[in-house]
């Protein structure tokens, strides 16, 4: 049976899920059948994108293969009236190593986190709700990872967003949350002002929204000038939205106000994951202009850095988390921006990172679990000593944090420090800078992973609370991100060329743009970059060991005037946020004076002055109305005998010389 | 359908065509057309000029009865009998009884016409003999009778005309309605 | 013999009797009167048209009176229950005596 027929409907089997419960609701309500109903055709999503993957994989390795698999319905089409472009809009999907292999991480991740919910969500008052919003969610991101053009990219891209707000105001009667839900939805939009722009510039130059179709034009020719190099930057704004770089990144330690299972979705495998995921879709747009790689390269690295710093001294366990997220996504990016040769690691440190780090938040939930009566259950404060209280959970939780961390042999071994690596091996400018603040990055990443799991599971605390183990609806999903985490990784070989049998298989699968763009590869394994990856990971554990877990708190060090401001300025998260709220007073108090002089005096005028004036006339001509029926009729007579007249005359033949 | 067409050209073969060419003579006299014409326009006369209100009715009710003839001359018998049954059965008669009802409060020496009446007169009778003699030039031409006219009519009703005729259906009635409303007594106005 | 022109002059004047009529008949029921007479005047001419002009719907010519008179029947109830009304609350069927709307 040939499955990718069915591609279709696996972005659609979450949409069925979401209907049925919000339809359903009434019958659903107060049971675990929404959940059920969600997880089942989730899992039957999975099932779908593991058949139609292993076809593309089939596909890709017989010399029959023929690219992208396109299948679509037109959606609009408007002929071109004279000067105007036609308008031909599609709904179809986009099969390809890149989307397929996306698709089946992100229904595998979002089963896990689902079966997960279950359990966190127990007696929630919203538990059916919060079940529709996750599949619809998951339909989101699966419209957008499959789509084959630009606007369905975008309607999945917004409807990202809409669920992102839903759920991180899931718990609304709190005011924060309803604030972070706002920061989110209003951060993001900002930079998808830039992303439609662009869009709408490339499609007024090409004239469709077709991604295959518009990697086959001869784009260098097409776009002259700055439009070379400002598309991919407009539409790169958007990824910087989603994906939480600098600038833009002020929202996603906020998301946190969302419960524990929409975190690690978010995070994980939808909406972070789709700025990342745009720019490697669009990414034909970015290879033509060094000039956009090079600021996507500095954005991911720079992002990465800032996050990184602010990630140590947080004292919220998730918060450690969702800066540790803005970092990944950082070095994501900076794959992506050192050109083709990052570009296969990129995609496969996003894959890896979903594993992990859903597995760390959903950890974070299962730890945080026991302390929900307490004002911020994920304080670190409150934690220490959990390591024998809850041995699945501590276990799961090191394999995530040596998968992060870059453990040998695990998955962010072969994916962070392959993206590290790949910032080294690049020719673009100033790439010895780009490799050292990275690698820096790593060490330093190494530090606050480790900083937060002594806190949370070592040390000689006694928790005031009765901690237990969660339930086991909550702990198998742990376990199978765990077993991921640490043999995801093993895919990825090719960067350090040990020659196992399938060692250049992510680099054959992945890479159109390796062999497009001729990437020299070497075949002498890469002592060095395995070596440097080592060192930092291991030289961030003692630090991290040395500061926390033996009990150094260096209280009196952060008196110290060098180390003060620094720390000031990470506690503070850069100020970034006061950079905003400036930013927004200055310019929105501004542009809000001059649209109130406006509206005052031109609009309420001109308004005013309408209704003035008619007023006025209808005093003076008011007379006119006398209420005997017949001189209206009279007036009407007289009027159309005054028409007669003239086109008896023949006197339109005589007007239309004027014209 | 081809029953009646055949029923219809029988007829039409045996006593259509004596009636018929009989009025033709007629009408190439003119008479009945003269007749008619001086009929219709002295009853038209009459009911707008006319002081007594009840007497212009029954003129309109002769100016109707003088255009069913008209149609007569035009051999469109079907209307013509529609033109005699509705407008001057129905409408006519109606108009009478709003008059009837209407004549308590009549006082005589109201003046008849408006203030316009000179410069409506001079307007509207221009404009006629304007009209009148551009129609002049018009050639008498030839005739067109059309073939088996009260089914054609019928089809095209329920064919063509049928979301018309279904529309105009709908108009009855809400005429109907919104005259019971109107006309109704109403405590408390 | 008698052309397109005697019908058409015929209606012409008709129409401009009726129209004589609406103009300047103060009585409510006599302006509803003329009213009919320009009803008449049209239909003449539609009847005529369809009699002494050849065309792909010369069949519309004689339909369309049918519809006229159903209108003007409609027209002619409306328009008596208005009258009536008006008679019932001002005790006159005057039309220039209606004239409460004056501004």
């Not at chain 1, 439609?196 to 004239?207: A, F, N, P, S």
């Not at chain 1, 009279?634 to 028409?643: N, Q, R």
Request: one cysteine or more; proline letters at 3%; charged letters at 10%.
């Amino acid at each position: 049976m040939d499955w990718i027929k069915f591609a279709y409907l696996i972005p659609l089997l979450p949409l069925a899920a979401f209907l049925l419960i919000v339809f359903g609701f009434r019958f659903f309500k107060g049971s675990r059948i929404s959940s059920y109903v969600s997880i089942l055709f989730n899992t039957a999503s999975f099932v779908l994108s593991c058949f139609v993957f292993l076809k593309i994989l089939n596909l890709e390795h017989t010399d029959s293969y023929s690219g992208p698999i396109q299948f679509s319905l037109s959606w609009i089409h408007l002929h071109s009236v004279s000067g105007i472009i036609p308008l031909h809009l599609q709904i179809g999907i986009l099969l390809d190593p890149l989307s397929a292999i996306m698709a089946l991480m992100v229904t595998f991740v979002s089963t896990l986190i689902m079966i997960y919910s279950i359990g966190y969500m127990e007696g929630d008052p919203g538990f059916s709700t919060f079940f529709s919003y996750m599949s619809l969610f998951v339909m989101a991101m699966l419209t957008l990872t499959l789509s084959n053009n630009f606007l369905l990219t975008f309607a999945g891209w917004e409807l990202v967003g809409l669920c992102s707000y839903l759920l991180i105001g899931f718990w609304y009667k709190k005011p924060s949350a309803a604030k972070a839900a706002i920061k989110a939805f209003v951060v993001t939009r900002t930079g998808d002002v830039g992303f439609l722009i662009g869009m709408i510039i490339l499609y007024w130059k090409t004239g469709t929204f077709n991604f295959i179709q518009i990697s086959h034009l001869n784009l260098p020719a097409l776009l002259s000038g700055w439009l070379l190099w400002g598309i991919p930057l407009l539409i790169f704004c958007g990824a910087v939205g989603k994906s939480a770089q600098f600038p833009l990144h002020v929202w996603l330690p906020d998301a946190m106000e969302g419960p524990t299972p929409v975190s690690a979705l978010i995070h994980a495998a939808t909406m972070v994951a789709a700025g990342v995921y745009l720019v490697a879709r669009t990414y034909f747009l970015f290879v033509i202009s060094p000039t956009a790689l090079l600021v996507v390269a500095w954005i991911g690295v720079f992002t990465a850095f800032m996050a990184a710093t602010m990630a140590l001294v947080q004292w919220d366990i998730k918060r450690v988390l969702a800066y540790s997220t803005i970092s990944q996504l950082g070095y994501m990016m900076l794959g992506l921006g050192v050109g083709p040769i990052g570009f296969v690691f990129a995609i496969f440190l996003l894959l890896t990172h979903a594993f992990f780090k859903a597995l760390l938040f959903l950890g974070a939930g299962s730890v945080s679990h026991p302390f929900h009566e307490e004002e911020n259950p994920f304080d670190m404060h409150h934690y220490g000593g959990l390591k024998k209280k809850m041995p699945h959970t501590y276990w799961t939780f090191l394999f995530a944090t040596l998968a992060i961390t870059g453990c040998p042999l695990f998955a962010g071994f072969f994916s962070k420090d392959a993206v590290i690596d790949s910032a080294f091996q690049s020719r673009i400018l100033t790439h010895n800078l780009l490799w050292g603040l990275a690698l820096f990055t790593a060490f330093l990443t190494s530090a606050y992973m480790f900083r937060m799991f002594f806190l949370t599971f070592h040390g000689t605390k006694e928790p005031e609370h009765q901690v237990h183990e969660s339930p086991w609806v909550m702990i198998l999903p742990l376990m199978i991100l765990a077993v991921f985490s640490l043999i995801g990784g093993w895919f990825g070989f090719s960067w350090y060329r040990l020659h196992l049998p399938w060692h250049d298989w992510i680099e054959r699968f992945m890479n159109p743009y390796v062999q497009l763009y001729h990437i020299p590869v070497s075949h002498t394994i890469d002592w060095m970059g395995m070596g440097l990856g080592t060192f930092v990971f291991l030289a961030g554990f003692f630090t991290a060991w040395v500061l926390y877990s033996k009990g150094l708190r260096f209280a009196s060090a952060l008196e110290n005037p060098i180390i003060k401001p620094f720390h000031q300025l990470f506690v503070q998260k850069w100020y970034m946020d006061e950079f905003w709220g400036l930013i927004l007073s200055l310019f929105g108090f501004g542009l809000s004076s001059i649209a109130s002089w406006i509206d005052t005096n031109l609009f309420d005028g001109t308004v005013r002055g309408i209704g003035m004036g008619t007023g006025g006339i209808g005093l003076k001509i008011r007379s006119i109305q006398t209420g005997f029926v017949q001189q209206y009729a009279f007036i009407i007579y007289l009027a159309v005998l005054i028409l007669i007249i003239f086109v008896v005359s023949g006197g339109y033949l005589w007007t239309a010389r004027f014209f | 359908m081809r029953f009646y067409a055949a029923a219809d050209e029988d007829h039409k073969a045996q006593k259509g065509n004596i009636y018929e060419n009989r009025i033709r003579l007629l009408m190439s006299n003119s008479v009945l057309f003269y007749s008619l014409a001086v009929l219709i326009i002295s009853c038209a006369f009459a009911v707008v000029f006319l002081r007594n209100i009840f007497h212009a009715g029954l003129f309109l009710l002769g100016a109707f009865l003088g255009v069913a003839g008209i149609y007569i001359a035009l051999f469109n018998y079907f209307l013509a009998a529609v033109q005699a049954l509705v407008y001057s059965g129905a409408i006519a008669v109606l108009i009478l009884f709003g008059i009837m009802l209407t004549q308590r409060h009549y006082r005589k020496e109201d003046p008849s016409h408006n203030a316009f009446k000179w410069i409506a007169f001079v307007l509207s009778f221009g404009i006629a003999g304007f009209l009148v003699d551009s129609f002049r030039s018009l050639k008498p031409g030839s005739i067109f009778p059309v073939k088996h006219l009260l089914y054609q009519m019928g089809m095209a009703l329920m064919q063509t005309y049928a979301i018309p005729f279904e529309v105009i259906s709908a108009l009855l009635l809400v005429a109907l309605l919104g005259a019971f409303s109107l006309a109704r007594e109403k405590e408390d106005l | 013999m008698i052309g397109i022109f005697h019908y058409l002059a015929l209606s012409a004047v008709l129409f401009c009797i009726g129209l004589y009529g609406v103009l300047t008949r103060r009585n409510g029921i006599a302006v509803l009167m003329s009213i009919e007479l320009m009803f008449n005047a049209a239909n003449i001419n539609f009847v005529a048209f369809s009699y002494y002009f050849k065309g792909i719907h010369f069949i519309s010519g004689e339909v369309f009176p049918l519809f006229v008179i159903a209108v003007a029947a409609s027209e002619a109830a409306v328009g008596l229950a208005i009258i009536l009304s008006l008679y019932r609350n001002k005790k006159t069927v005057n039309v220039d005596e209606a004239n409460q709307l004056r501004g």
